[in-house]
Nanobody
Framework: QVQLVESGGGWVQAGGSLRLSCVAS????????MGWYRQAPGKQRELVAA???????NYADSVKGRFTISRDNAKNTVYLQMNSLKLEDTAVYYC?????????????????WGQGTQVTVSS
């Protein structure tokens, strides 16, 4: 059973930056594609970034060019650097395994979600 602990969220003004971290327990972390998801109030959870075991990355169009996903397999940690934040980035952010098909992010509910970390962007 994988356990996921997200951190690094907070309140930031539009245009600002935050760096999220997610520590994952489990022996298989280094070979799994990992991703960052978010769920805004009243909306479904969406996958916004993913990184394969070899370090290849994919992003949703809404965050491309502003967010950067990275990982440190030695620390079982995946990061999300968020720059140029917008009001619409406000959401609870989660990490989990991720699915990428032909270079496209595909949402799949892997379950075992962590508590997430709240990101609030204000004007």
């Amino acid at each position: 059973q994988v356990q996921l602990v997200e951190s690094g969220g907070g309140w930031v003004q539009a245009g600002g930056s935050l760096r999220l971290s997610c520590v994952a327990s489990g022996r298989m972390f280094s070979i799994n594609t990992m991703g960052w998801y978010r769920q805004a109030p009243g909306k479904q959870r969406e996958l916004v970034a993913a990184i394969t075991s070899s370090g290849s990355t994919n992003y949703a169009d809404s965050v491309k060019g502003r967010f950067t996903i990275s990982r440190d397999n030695a620390k079982n940690t995946v990061y999300l650097q968020m720059n140029s934040l917008k009001l619409e980035d406000t959401a609870v952010y989660y990490c989990n395994n991720a699915l990428v098909v032909n270079g496209r992010l595909v949402y799949y509910d892997y379950g075992s979600w962590g508590q997430g970390t709240q990101v609030t962007v204000s004007s």
